[in-house]
């Protein structure tokens, strides 16, 4: 077991395992959101309080998720860089960033299009999912703000895993405050926490939505590590004899 | 681009004080120097030579902690510094090209500060101080002391600290014979007392102690 | 073997001295001072310029618009925290000194404070005065300002820490430490306003309390991480 995260962590060996992982991920992610789509926006029933307008949950709500699941796999990668000084988990963090900030983003936009059927309005200050997504994408923002300010590669790494951990204490937090803060005015919010139980024809796509969100997270994540990797090890002699099978290693 | 100095398998005794282990060290991707090894006991003095940008900086600064290496570790009195950084700092002082003071407060301000981290008292502070030709200055600040003039605030440091090992990166620059004078002085009552130094330094030092050296390219 | 007893003094004197250390510097620096403390002033003037004199108005965003100008005074002070350590090299003998470098982080978080956000806390009233806020809420007003000031100290340490020696690295601390500040401005300026509103403001104060022994025991920690990783 130990021998096999060994070698996973190796760049390498890394590379071509997650070649192989990537297209698995990939199919599986585009049937469960196919699925999800279809059954969600045609078959699931209309709900009694919002009528069809409700639907875009299936988007939203996976995109919310996934956000949280981002900065999570952000901290934690980054959190084992700087612990064990793992190099391969610093690119981990650092492909993870920018797309934990466009589901953050598609989580923002999906809930502003909801909102406006709902309270004729784009933006809703009083529903503390839409104000925490906000702040999300700050953090987000300053994580590989941070990042692109540091020319070197490994003090950037290190300096934005102490940020990304910092960060990770903090979100619980930031979700508690916003809670609070919209507690204090019962404003209009897009889902009523301990509201109506979801009937299984609503829910098993929901699920499904959010799974096929994770695994397409899984293949993307893959994908741009495989590319971090490359680029942060071009100097190296298994890059070399990739890009240039004909040379002849010395 | 290394060197290794004790081949004589007799000489890495109990007595090996400082030591560096296969050291490597990147700036930014760009290796300065790999492979390199070096011991030291008591009374030796480690002389690092080479031209601007080989590395003697980085290397110091390695030794002292401040700077990562990518390769191998350094010990002190047989503990790998990394594993213990508390007792290590206790033990060393650092001589940089910036002499590390606040321009906006007076030597002796400075200075106080310094007790503060170290285990001195201000009373003992002043035979250093008359030592050092620095008495009549201690009110100033710092800002309008001369280059020199801080170099031996900076000196005034080591001898406070107390410290068995001195790290020293160009400790000449900007002193005028009486100083360059006044440090090779220091150095080797410092080695007389059983201390470690390492320094880096451009030009060849005249100094009658057992001294090793590294040239970095 | 003889000679070197390098002993170290308690941490107690550490924490003294490089406390005396930045309030002297500090002293020597009236501007470093005043500066936050004028701007805080000013932006709260801005407001009422802005949005008009209608004295309801104002008693109801004054604890908002306070808060907002503390937390911006705050930013604006902490860029510098770590600068001048940086360039004349103070920073490397600080990190190689004997005493604990969470210990020497958590100092110049102390006496930052004791320098930016006390003087806000004690201006603070004489604001509110013009925003006419209830007296009930002045209290209530000084006591979060004053923790969460605290802990925008320890916090803002590790940004500035992080950022120390970048270039524009003003505009990038703010960006790291806005999003984490949240909770304390939510907690801080609504609680202020319940108070004048005369409700319950128990939950807010704890709050504020817990977040600042939060802040206390960690950000020494992240700071000094922060230090070694900027200072390389």
Redo the contacts between chains.
Sequence with gaps: MWKFLHKLASPPHFYDLAAKFIPWFAVCALALIGYGSIAGLFFAPADYQQGDAFRIIYVHVPAAYLSLLAYAAMAISAGIGLIWRMKLAHAVAAGAAPLGAWFTFLALATGSIWGRPMWGTWWEWGDPRLTSEL??L??Y??YM??RA??DDTQ?AD??SA??A???A??VP??H???E??SS?HQGPTLIREGGPAMPPAMLIPLLAMILGFSLLFGAMLLSRVRSEVLYRERRSRWVRKLLLPSEESP | MHLSLYTDADAKTLTELLSGTNLCVLRGERCLFKGLNFALS?GELLLVQGPNGSGKTSLLRSI?????LETGYISWRGVPTKNDR?SF??????M??????????TLL?NL????????ATLEEIESILERLSLSQLVELPMRSLSAGQQKRGALA?MLI????LWLMDEPFANLDVGGHDLVIELIAEHLA???ICVMAAHQDLELEVPMHSIQLQ | ?????????GLW??L???I??DL??AW??PGDVLNPLFFFAMVSTLFPLAVGPSAEQLAVSGPGVLWVAALLATLLSLNSLYL?DF????L?????????LPLLALGKSVSHWLVSGLPLVIVSPLIAMTFSMPAASVGVLMLTLALGTISLSLLGS?GAA??VG????NA?LS??I???A??VL??GA?TVS?AAAGDAVA?GIY?LAA?CMLALS?APL?TA??L?????
């Design positions: 702040i999300m700050f953090l923002f300053g703000a941070l300010a540091i003090k290190r300096a102490v940020l951990l910092v960060g204490v903090n937090i930031i508690f405050s916003v609070w803060w204090l | 008591s002292a902690g401040l700077f990562g508390q700092s206790a033990d060393v002082v650092w940089a090209h910036h002499v590390g003071f606040k321009a906006d407060l301000e106080r500060f310094e007790t503060g981290l170290r285990s440091r600290s107390d410290a068995r007392e059983n201390g | 073997m003889t000679g070197f007893e390098a002993k170290v003094p004197h550490g003294k001295s490089i005396r250390r002297l510097l020597k620096r001048s360039e004349d090299g103070s490397d003998q600080i990190i190689l000194s004997p005493q604990p590790i992080l950022t970048l270039n524009r690295g990038l960006l790291l806005l999003p984490l949240m909770p939510i907690f609504r319940l939950a709050f977040y960690f992240a991480a922060a070694k990783i900027s200072n390389e």
